[in-house]
């Protein structure tokens, strides 16, 4: 049975968070897909930070280090390994559900024409109060179905078959942010079809605090490179209040949905600012 089933490879970045990636290699060791039709290849992405001594990982998981920083240069190095006919990406911080893998390629059996999936990222939360920041989350965090209808998938529950990266190449590694969004829409050009799928699951943490939101945001501003153009013309759009968040969030009440407006202007702002200043020389931050 296990040999007419596609051999799979599971990618994925981490950088300074092997706590939270023996939960993800837990999960992977209980999914229902045979373990001998997939691999797992984990990049370490900060070499510097070894593995702990004695750190476990299911039999069918290799641990590699990429010293070039950006998860998109640890992801390209593991394309150059992957064995696999269908590669899964998901991020050390995720949590896949038990029949993950199997129900993607259910998904690829029954839809021929599909060539990628985006995954559904369900976030997950501390305690049942929200704070702040998981509000926000709530809201703003991996709408997928609206990727999507986009063509577009972020790494953290995402899947391409192997056709597609030999047809178009693999992510760029020069950004920091947002590769995911620039190899989808190669993808897309190149006639590759997307459909987000609702049971292809992944839990993530929704981030919990404040500070977290900022240091994504000044994160995920690298994409800019050294475009003025586009950094001053965004920062002159996002000085508009984002009005539209006050419609978002239904089950919110009206103080939650004011607050979310404040953050989302907020961090709006702040990515801006950061647009401007790597736009003038500033290194990408990629923390």
Partial sequence: MTDSLPFISVIIPTYRDWNRLTICL???????YPQASFEIIVVNNEPADKMPDGYWKPDNC???????PGSYSARNAALRLAKGEIYAFTDSDCIPDAAWLSNAVKFFIQNTDITRIAGNIKLFYKKEKLTAAELYEKVYAFKQKISAADGVS??????????????????NENLLSGGDFEWSKRAEAAGSKIRFVENVVILHPARHQ???LYKK?????????????????????????PVKTLFHGEDMNLAEKVRVFFIRYNLNFIRSIEEIKISFGKKPNRE
Wanted: aromatic residues 10%; proline residues 2%; without cysteine.
């Fill in 26 to 32: 837990k999960a992977l060791k209980k999914q229902d």
């Fill in 62 to 68: 290799i641990i590699i280090d990429e010293s070039k």
């Fill in 154 to 171: 972020v790494t953290g529950n995402m899947f391409a078959q192997k056709s597609v990266f030999n047809l178009i190449g693999s992510f």
């Fill in 210 to 212: 404040m500070a977290e």
């Fill in 217 to 241: 945001e000044i994160r995920r501003a690298g994409w800019i490179g050294n475009n003025r153009k586009a950094a001053i013309k965004r920062l002159f759009k996002y000085s508009i209040p």
